[in-house]
């Protein structure tokens, strides 16, 4: 799943740092940034992101009104860092909230934390409260001594596993990162026993690696 992105802030410098963050990460695709409440609803209706990153103070409105009623997921991203304002977007309904100016990894590690989050609830199926207050952590970085560990795209790739059977290819694909990762990341997890790896044999050429996570010794 490739996830659509869109930038909303009136300065044109800033919009393409942001552009440029998301456009270096793979599952995302970020869309032609726009300046005002009025493009980004048009926008939202002609593109449907599945994400705004959108400023409080724009020229003919206010981000967190757009945020509050795109229907879309949305971080604000803004140089107001006053609690009133903060509170007003979350409020709103937004999933996170960055002051400005950060790091560019504060941005890379909050999309890192969506596309997983978005992983695990973007199916249109019921949830159950374990799996719900799982992908709720994951969103705001709340992780436990077990998963605390391991690296972020380790974590991610064990999440998109979850029960199955998986080629290095397909966890990549599902998981929206490379395929050299995904095999890199699997190779240390398969050393340290974390999951196993299968053969499946075709009729012709080498046989497939399939990966499985490891069952629990008794």
Do not use: C, W
């Amino acid at each position: 799943m490739t996830l659509r992105v869109l930038v909303v802030d009136d300065d044109f410098r800033v919009a393409g740092l942001h552009r440029d963050i998301v456009a270096d990460k793979a599952g995302f695709a970020v869309l032609d940034p726009v300046r005002s409440v009025a493009d980004a609803v048009a926008a939202i209706r002609d593109q449907r992101p599945d994400l705004l990153l959108v400023d409080v103070y724009l020229p003919d409105g206010d981000g967190i009104e757009l945020a509050r009623t795109a229907g879309i997921d949305a971080f604000v991203l803004s140089a107001a860092n006053d609690a009133a304002t903060v509170r007003r977007a979350l409020h709103a309904g937004a999933l996170g909230y960055l002051v400005k100016p950060f790091e560019p990894r504060a941005l890379t590690e909050r999309l890192d934390r969506y596309a997983r989050f978005r992983n695990l609830i973007g199916a249109d199926r019921p949830l159950g409260q374990d799996e719900l207050d799982r992908a709720l952590a994951i969103l705001h970085g709340v992780g436990d001594q077990s998963t605390a560990s391991r690296s972020a795209t380790e974590q991610l790739i064990l999440e998109t596993l979850g029960t199955t059977e998986a080629s290095a290819a397909e966890i990549g694909e599902l998981a929206g990162i490379s395929r050299a990762t995904a095999q890199r990341h699997l190779s240390a997890l398969a050393a340290r026993g974390v999951i196993d790896v299968r053969l499946r044999y075709g009729t012709t050429g080498r046989p497939e690696h399939r990966y499985a996570v490891s069952a629990p010794a008794r």
